[in-house]
């Protein structure tokens, strides 16, 4: 079974701090994206990376940064936190080669900046 | 980016009632993909439908694909409390981007099933 593993589940950090929220797979997948999911708005995509070194803004870039030094590996950084930056984040990732294929998601880092 | 509508939001029912859910865009899809997601978990994937009209089955969970890959809806028969959880359509489509063409998923907000004993 692909497994999608996010460093911490619960993490708490104050406004103004940067913060790196880590995600790793297990099944050398192409693709890898990250999200923000918040109450009535749904799933909402920050960054996907298609390759090592490669990265792509989503619907919600904004105070957000990424990096993918690795394959296995993608870092989402919050420059400089803020409260609006509350949130439970996923992290997901998929084969390249068929479109079709499922986003296999991680359990999620619900993070509080105070 | 293309926008998916999910109806209804919340959901409560009884063990044993049937329900449906739907998904709705103006957008065409290439394909649509359904997930479950339970409190503290990430979503799963449930199925995907791909070509227009398709009816897909798992077990009491249906599936269909509209004709003009716009819209979708899931129908649970007998739900049982471990139907219990954040259902989402996921709708996907293609971009052009500096690495070529791709693909996105887009997400509806969910409908929160509640299966009660």
């Known amino acids: 079974d692909v497994k999608v593993t996010q460093s911490s589940r619960y993490l708490v950090k104050r406004t103004g701090e940067k913060v790196f929220l880590e995600c790793v797979q297990d099944?050398?997948?192409?693709?890898m994206f990250w999200y923000r999911q918040d109450p009535g708005l749904g799933l909402r995509l920050i960054y996907f990376s298609y390759d090592v070194k490669m990265k792509e803004k989503g619907d919600i870039p904004e105070g957000y940064s990424v990096s993918r030094e690795k394959k296995e590996r993608f870092s989402l950084i919050l420059e400089s936190a803020s409260t609006n930056q509350t949130s439970m984040y996923l992290c997901?990732?998929?084969?390249?080669?068929?479109?079709?294929?499922?986003?296999?998601f991680g359990d999620g880092t619900r993070l509080s900046i105070l | 980016t293309q926008l998916l509508e999910q109806s209804p939001q919340f959901l409560s029912i009884q063990e044993g009632e049937n329900l449906t859910v739907y998904c709705n865009s103006s957008s065409v899809f290439s394909s649509l993909q359904w997930y479950r997601q339970e409190p503290g978990e990430g979503p799963v994937l449930l199925v995907t439908?791909?070509?227009?009209?398709e009816v897909k089955k798992l077990k009491r969970l249906t599936f269909q694909f509209g004709d003009a890959r716009k819209d979708s809806s899931l129908h649970i028969t007998a739900a049982q409390p471990g139907d219990t959880g954040l259902y989402l359509c996921?709708?996907?489509?293609?971009?052009?981007?500096?690495?070529?063409?791709?693909?996105?998923?887009?997400f509806g907000k969910g409908t929160l099933l509640t299966v009660n004993p």
């Open positions: 099944m050398d997948h192409e693709n």
């Open positions: 997901a990732s998929s084969f390249d080669i068929n479109p079709n294929q499922p986003q296999h």
């Open positions: 996921a709708g996907l489509y293609g971009v052009l981007n500096s690495g070529g063409s791709n693909y996105k998923l887009t």
């Open positions: 439908v791909v070509t227009g009209g």
